[in-house]
């Protein structure tokens, strides 16, 4: 591994970029996941079933889906900083017309069109994280950025929940709609899309992050290489169908979080949106906590299966309980499988694609992962009976548990293949 040098006195990449990154990624998230919060209230007002706003929740990601692999490349060819900036105004303005909607079709064409503009999103946040910090801060880093997702269920739904019931669930779209249109113009001075070019950045830290956000004892897979001998990886697509399953897990879960919490007993809105927002900020702590062992151990591959695997057994748990509060402690620990893996994942990612074509690799995993978003929404409330969709999450235990079980294999494969090419007795830390 590349000697790391000195810790510089400054750490403008964490303080400024870090920081920033986490905030617009944490309410764009909020944009994507809040009709999980008003879908209660929509559903009776609109006289929808289950199964139709399962539908509409999905449209979002066949919008996502189409902009992830040409979001990578632009953002590796271009400026990974504008497309935030324009990108975050965008999703800002669909998100709050999601409130104007009324109809099932005007409702699906706005998420699909909202997807579309956060597609470009997060292959733009990789390509900043590869170059702004080093290898052995990419889980913190991609954790700081991600822990946005348990966050926002923690942030979302006791403030949604109040709003709901203060106003109504088209205010809520409204005012949810303003923080990103603030970040944006924060992005616009304070990002950088590489740090020699940042005239803000000092000397000690820019050579800091030069000298170690690359590491020349990686196996080639990681090395430079033609594009479509790359984008033909096996390790590539292995890794795109493990998130696939991974995140038809956890996109579910997260989307209706908020209906199987209401069905656990009589509660008012604000007290569903308080008791949602518990198991995220469990998860949240668990990727913390995840992301520093896994830099400290440089063992990504472990930290992953583990959590996948813990999150994948609580799901199917949890279709054998019915009392409500051991069904509430499970949908806690659920949310601790889900989401704990997130910064070590992808750190494992960049160590297994081209550091040439990190963004459009990024971006393929990540369509793929946008197929769960699909998929789970739908499957859950297929699978439920009578209308409780908590006991269709038994089908999104299954899909985590072959993830967690194709994470084994990978990790297996990538360790023997090291131990063959650096002739070591022991596999090298994955």
Not at 308 to 331: E, K
Not at 337 to 349: D, E, I, M, S, T
Not at 396 to 411: D, E, R, T
Request: net charge positive.
């Amino acid at each position: 591994m590349t000697k790391i040098s000195s810790q510089p006195s400054s750490k403008t990449r964490w303080y400024r970029i870090g920081t920033l990154l986490f905030l617009i990624y944490i309410f764009a998230f909020i944009d994507r996941t809040n009709i999980g919060m008003a879908a209660p209230s929509m559903t009776k007002e609109l006289g929808l079933t289950p199964a139709t706003m399962g539908v509409i929740m999905s449209a979002f990601f066949w919008g996502y889906i189409l902009t992830q692999v040409p979001g990578g490349w632009v953002a590796q060819r271009f400026s990974a900083k504008w497309i935030i900036v324009i990108l975050s105004i965008t999703f800002a303005i669909f998100s709050a017309l999601t409130g104007v909607m009324r109809t099932v079709s005007s409702l699906e064409v706005i998420r699909f069109l909202l997807g579309l503009a956060e597609g470009f999103m997060w292959p733009s946040f990789m390509v900043l994280a590869s170059r702004w910090f080093p290898m052995h801060e990419r889980a913190q880093i991609t954790g700081l950025i991600f822990i946005g997702v348990p966050l926002s269920g923690a942030v979302l739904s006791p403030l949604a929940g109040w709003m709901i019931q203060t106003w109504d669930w088209q205010v809520m779209f409204y005012l949810q709609a303003v923080p990103p249109l603030i970040l944006a113009v924060l992005a616009m001075f304070l990002l950088s899309d590489d740090p020699m070019k940042d005239k803000r950045l000092s000397k000690d830290e820019r050579e800091y992050i030069m000298n170690n956000r690359s590491n020349p004892s990686t196996d080639d897979h990681t090395k430079k290489q033609p594009f479509l001998k790359s984008i033909l990886s096996i390790r590539l697509w292995v890794l795109a169908v493990i998130y696939l399953f991974w995140l038809c897990g956890l996109y579910a879960y997260g989307l209706w979080l908020p209906t199987a919490v209401k069905s656990l007993g009589d509660l008012s809105t604000t007290m569903v949106g308080v008791l949602s927002a518990i198991p995220p900020l469990l998860g949240a702590c668990a990727m913390t906590l995840n992301s520093r062992l896994s830099d400290k151990k440089m063992k990504r591959g472990k930290y992953v299966i583990s959590w996948v695997a813990l999150g994948g057994i609580a799901l199917l748990v949890g279709n054998f309980v019915h009392d409500p509060i051991w069904s509430y402690l499970l949908l806690c620990v659920i949310a601790i499988g889900v989401y704990g893996p997130f910064g070590v994942w992808w750190a494992w990612c960049l160590e297994h694609v081209s550091s040439e074509h990190v963004g459009t690799h990024n971006a393929v995993i990540n369509l793929f992962g946008s197929f769960g978003g699909i998929i789970g929404p739908p499957m859950v409330a297929l699978a439920s009976v009578g209308g409780n969709v908590g006991s269709g999450f038994y089908i999104l235990g299954i899909a985590m548990l072959v993830s967690a079980l194709l994470a084994l294999l990978l990790n297996i494969s990538s360790n023997k293949a090291q131990t063959k090419e650096y002739g070591l007795e022991k596999p090298p830390a994955v």
